[in-house]
């Protein structure tokens, strides 16, 4: 059964570091030209192709990535 995942991003906490972009195995996830309300940019899914791993969110520095993931 296939995985679906759906990644939620607390921006303003965001720092940029891009430390979950190496570790995302679908490559969905990008940081964004926007930024924040201190001057960063964040993560976003891009591709809505998040299988629902958790990687990103594992190796997140702050903690600032939730994901969710159904069965499909």
Do not use: S
């Not at 940029?16 to 995302?24: D, K, Q, R, S, T």
């Not at 976003?44 to 629902?52: L, P, R, V």
């Not at 594992?58 to 499909?72: N, S």
Request: hydrophobic content about 35%; aromatic content about 4%.
């Amino acid at each position: 059964m296939a995985l679906k995942g759906e990644i939620v991003v607390d921006i303003e906490k965001c720092k940029g570091c891009e430390v979950c972009l190496a570790h995302c195995p679908t490559e969905t996830i990008a940081m964004v030209d926007a930024v924040n309300g201190k001057g960063y940019h964040y993560m976003q899914d891009i591709h809505g192709k998040c299988t629902g791993c958790t990687n990103c969110a594992v190796v997140c520095p702050d903690g600032v990535i939730t994901v969710y993931r159904v069965k499909v």
